[in-house]
């Protein structure tokens, strides 16, 4: 059973920084790509960032690029998403995913696997 445990989210004022980490378990974890996605309340599930299962590849959601940067740490099972620059938009339950075909992936439909979910709240 593939496990995605999402952790680091919280309350940040405007400008500040968070990290997110995803650790995986029951599977090998090189052998899937990933990615993070957001969700506001009333709004529908979006695509943040994506990395493919070596990491030498990445892609971001317009609005986060230049501020949030996603990593992985094939040793420690784990993927990151530091956000730098965070503003009240940016608030959201923050979900990371897996996908067993390696590449970089942009809809929730490609994902195979999901974590429960971060909450992170952006103050102005």
């Known amino acids: 059973q593939v496990r995605l445990v999402e952790s680091g989210g919280g309350l940040v004022q405007a400008g500040g920084s968070l990290t997110l980490s995803c650790a995986v378990s029951?599977?090998?974890?090189?052998?899937?790509?990933m990615g993070w996605f957001r969700q506001a309340p009333g709004k529908e599930r979006e695509f943040v960032a994506a990395?493919?299962?070596?990491?030498?590849?990445?892609d971001y959601v317009e609005t986060v690029k230049g501020r949030f940067t996603i990593s992985r740490d094939n040793a420690k099972n784990t993927v990151y998403l530091q956000m730098n620059s965070l503003n009240p938009e940016d608030t959201a339950v923050y979900y990371c995913a897996a996908d067993r075909r390696l590449g970089l992936a942009y809809r929730t439909g490609s994902y195979n696997y999901w974590g429960q979910g971060t909450q992170v709240t952006v103050s102005s």
């Open positions: 990395i493919t299962w070596n990491g030498l590849s990445t």
């Open positions: 029951g599977r090998t974890f090189s052998n899937l790509a």
